[in-house]
């Protein structure tokens, strides 16, 4: 009994889920001791409505139209967190994501928009900048040693005044928003395949089985195909990728390219809804690639995880906004989950510590029975005499 | 006993040091007599290293005591080791490059005056301890231009400088020539003489039985007992070490040798490390059938020559041709599939993947085959497992969970044997084999030479590359020896001895190279 508890313990997988929920509940016990500090009255019923979301709803019809809403911009963040997760495989850090995340979203809009696309090739347009983005970084990497988190943080700061720039040609003329995408090219809306009458939410569209199908492919690269064993390999000892005879510069950049090809796919996943338009004055790139990078680690760094652990960002994220205004300001929701998406990047660390607990444990376990048995040995040696 | 007459000046007693999983000394018990060379002989985690962390301060033991002159101490930090007289040449000098030698010595203690060094101080008593005792140095040399020898010299100095009493050498001959070796052997007779303790960690039976007194011997954490070394044959040293009879000399019969497999001409390589080419010219052939050992000391341009045969650094110009095959540019990939293995120096480096399983570590080179790889690019995890099984059983790889045993949970020994078996396996025409046996324990060194002679006796080419002098004069049919990128003679290890080995090693001599 004891040692099949054991075994369950130090099985990989029921850590990493056991990891991220400590997380989980650390963050919202930070949030929670932060909203006590501005204002103790209120604490106990926001940090219930962040965690409520939906659930606040009287109706269930509501309730699932605001779960619509939130799985509609987890889709994108399940993206972004499968580029950034997919890259990290490789050994590559791919804070560019935010960038090819942005131009995706770019081209996405101007190709429905300017040009009149249908939402394929849209999208098509859309993964296809993102992994030009990608490539220019990969290949600054494999040929002049530039680390792509420089080169990533730089473009995504290019990508957003570019694509700022480029949308300029098709917003509307009193607002600094983007045409309604709605109203000027419906082809360009992703089908919804009856979701939206199961959520009662017209933006509930195919991108939500999108991300998940996307995941899951990209488990499937990562574990099942030569293809994966060559880019991991790559990933955890480039010395000896090359050494026995992988092309490590080239898988390098590939795994960038095809990152901001999920990233910018993704953005394609959610402008393509229709739900937000883009405000060519914005002065910011947008977080939902940053936020990939919190989901991708929350998930364990695994893309199945990754679905969940991007869930439950949007979902206090979205609930976030649920906050009394009158007692806290709009800024506290946003600190709060920014609180527990930061906590959430430690899974690793509380695997190790996790793990570490375990080994020495055993250890001490191992001592007590040598001890015991020593004993037993002196015992039994007295008796014979 | 007479010996308890005299408190040992220093001893360690029934230390006992655990890690998580492990424990790396169990019960020890070691004495250093004053004014005697105490060698510490054990193979690679055997727990040497761990000791002497202990009696550094670096580690604090669960149970036991340490003692100087009889009287019990406590050594919580290296600073406490220091001023108890105790001090360290390290495997890795710690020295500043850009130093002068003088300067290196007084580091840490310097004298002086009002806050100014007063260098002659200095200089007159680094002068007079290093005639006192034969330790030849240039004081005002900087580190970086001379030899490795005199980087030793000035190291053992520097413990002499602050009037150490013990002194503690860490495979102080793994970086030196035979000549080296020997002038070493005599400086620590002569500090012996003068009153010094000193505590020799190696794991070579010959200077051990050449300069030491007593020795102490560690098997896994566990000590197997102190002998005299009068009392003792290299052999029963040996059989303490590994626990059982080891075959110390390499045998193979006369082989005839067959064609020319491997031929490099002219061949340079440009350094990473300096602006100088760190190969120059180098131009010799290795025939099937034959093992040709390239020797010579670390760092005079081996490891470049290797890249550029494998592969791993471009070459600058010449020509490397196998089996008749221009390779010159060819990819890493297209010299594996054309006959060529490569056992690589650094097995955490290149030779592993060690966060890979064992099976995925065995196939990195075969992968991409049709047997493990199918039309759409998926792997047959089937047959993965079944091959790395075969090797396995076949080169008795042993790990914790067999092939799915991640790499970096296995023992260096058998991590070497998974390369070992892969790059055999392959049934190559060229195996190049660099340093295989470098941390390697009495067992599996031999495992691994007979493996070579075995690829030898079957008509393949070897190419060897050893530091080690012993591999050098036992297990080649040729041997070449490099000196700062060039190979400055050819010698028979038949009739050569270690002394002639080591005067080319040195530089000190050139001969006639045939080169086909």
């Known amino acids: 009994m004891d040692k099949n508890k054991k075994s369950f313990f130090k099985n990989e997988g029921v850590q990493a889920v056991i990891a991220s929920l400590i997380c989980v509940v650390l963050g919202l016990l930070i949030g929670f001791i932060v909203l006590l500090c501005i204002n103790p009255a209120g604490a106990g019923k926001a940090i219930v409505d962040m965690m409520k979301n939906f659930f606040a709803y009287k109706t269930s019809s509501l309730q699932l139209k605001y779960f619509g809403s939130t799985l509609v911009k987890s889709a994108p963040l399940v993206l972004c967190s499968l580029s950034i997760l997919f890259c990290y495989k490789v050994g590559l850090f791919n804070i560019g994501a935010a960038g090819q995340y942005t131009i995706g979203a770019g081209f996405a809009l101007y190709a429905a928009l300017a040009w009149n696309l249908p939402w394929w090739l849209c999208i098509i347009v859309a993964a296809f900048s993102g992994a030009v983005l990608g490539t220019i970084s990969g290949i600054l990497k494999a040929y002049c040693n530039v680390n792509e988190v420089i080169s990533g943080i730089m473009l995504n700061w290019i990508s957003l005044y570019c694509m700022n720039m480029l949308l300029e040609s098709v917003k509307e003329e009193t607002s600094p928003y983007t045409k309604n995408l709605a109203a000027v090219n419906r082809k360009a809306i992703l089908p919804t395949l009856g979701l939206d009458k199961v959520f009662g939410n017209k933006y509930v569209t195919i991108a939500i089985p999108l991300a998940i199908i996307m995941a899951v492919i990209v488990w499937i690269v990562l574990e099942k195909t030569k293809f994966g064993y060559e880019l991991k390999a790559t990933g955890f000892n480039r010395h000896a990728a090359k050494y026995c005879g992988m092309a490590e510069k080239r898988n390098m950049i590939i795994t960038l390219s095809i990152g901001g090809a999920i990233a910018g796919f993704g953005a394609a996943m959610f402008y393509l809804t229709g739900i937000e338009q883009w405000n060519c004055s914005q002065s910011s790139v947008p977080g939902m690639g940053f936020n990939g990078i919190a989901a991708a680690f929350l998930g364990g760094l695994n893309p199945i995880g990754s679905i969940f652990s991007s869930y439950f960002i949007q979902h206090i994220t979205e609930g976030g906004a649920n906050v009394d205004l009158r007692v806290y300001s709009r800024q506290i929701a946003d600190l709060v989950s920014a609180i527990i998406i930061y906590l959430c990047g430690f899974v690793f660390f509380m695997k190790y510590v996790m793990k570490k607990m375990i080994a020495k444990r055993e250890e001490a376990a191992k001592l007590a029975t040598e001890k015991e048995t020593a004993e037993e040995d002196k015992n039994e040696g007295g008796e014979n005499k | ?516």
């Open chain 2, 1 to 516: 006993m007479d010996i308890n007459s005299q408190p040992y000046a220093i001893e360690m007693r029934n230390i006992t040091k655990r890690f998580p999983g492990i424990i790396a000394n169990d019960n020890i018990t070691l004495g250093l007599k004053k004014g005697e060379i105490h060698a510490l002989l054990g193979e690679n985690g055997a727990g040497k290293s761990t000791l002497m962390s202990v009696l550094f301060g670096l580690y604090q033991p669960e149970e036991g005591e340490i003692l100087k002159d009889g009287v019990p101490v406590k050594i919580n930090d290296p600073n406490d080791a220091n001023a108890l007289g105790i001090g360290m040449v390290h495997q890795h000098f710690k020295l500043i490059e850009c130093f002068s030698v003088l300067d290196n010595i007084i580091l840490g203690v310097e004298p002086n005056k009002l806050g100014f060094i007063n260098k002659k101080e200095a200089r007159e008593k680094v002068l007079a301890l290093s005639g006192k005792y034969g330790l030849s140095v240039d004081p005002d040399a900087i580190i970086e231009d001379i030899t490795v020898g005199m980087q030793q010299r000035t190291e053992i100095l520097k413990m002499l400088y602050r009037d150490n009493e013990i002194l503690i050498f860490d495979e102080p001959t793994a970086v030196l020539t035979p000549q080296e070796i020997e002038e070493l052997m005599q400086i620590m007779r002569r500090l012996a003489a003068e009153g010094k303790s000193i505590l020799f960690i190696s794991h070579k039976l010959n200077e051990i039985m050449e300069v030491a007194d007593r020795c102490t011997v560690l098997r896994r954490g566990k000590m197997i007992g102190t002998v005299n070394i009068e009392d003792t044959t290299k052999e029963e040293l040996s059989r303490m070490m590994v626990g059982r009879d080891v075959e110390l000399t390499v045998h193979k019969n006369d082989m005839k040798t067959g064609d020319v497999v491997l031929s490099v001409e002219n061949l340079t390589v440009a350094s990473r490390i300096h602006k100088k080419d760190a190969v120059k010219y180098v131009s010799f052939y290795v025939r099937s059938g034959e093992i040709v050992c390239i020797a010579g000391i670390d760092g005079n341009g081996q490891t470049e020559l290797v890249y550029g045969i494998t592969g791993l650094e471009p070459v600058k110009s010449g020509k490397i041709t196998l089996c008749g095959e221009d390779i010159t540019h060819a990819s890493i990939r297209k010299r594996s599939t054309s006959g060529m293995s490569h056992i690589p120096e650094d097995r955490h480096k290149h030779g592993l993947v060690l966060d890979y399983s064992l099976e995925d570590n065995i196939v990195l080179q075969k992968y991409f085959e049709p047997e493990f790889t199918n039309n759409l690019g998926f792997l047959n995890r089937e047959n993965i497992r079944k091959y790395a099984e075969t090797l396995i059983d076949r080169f008795d790889i042993r790990s914790g969970q067999g092939a799915v045993t991640t790499a970096r949970s296995m023992s260096g020994g058998n991590q070497q044997k998974a390369i070992v078996a892969r790059e055999i396996d392959k049934d190559p025409d060229l195996l190049v084999a660099v340093q295989p046996t470098r941390g390697l324990d009495v067992g599996a060194i031999e495992f691994i030479h007979k493996k070579l002679v075995d690829m030898r006796n079957a008509g393949k080419a070897v190419l060897l590359v050893s530091l080690e002098l012993e591999e050098v004069m036992s297990v080649p049919d040729r041997i070449l020896v490099m000196y700062e990128g060039e190979i400055v003679g050819e010698l028979d290890p038949k009739t050569t001895t270690t002394e002639e080995l080591g005067l080319y090693m040195a530089g000190a001599k050139r001969g006639a190279v045939n080169n086909g």
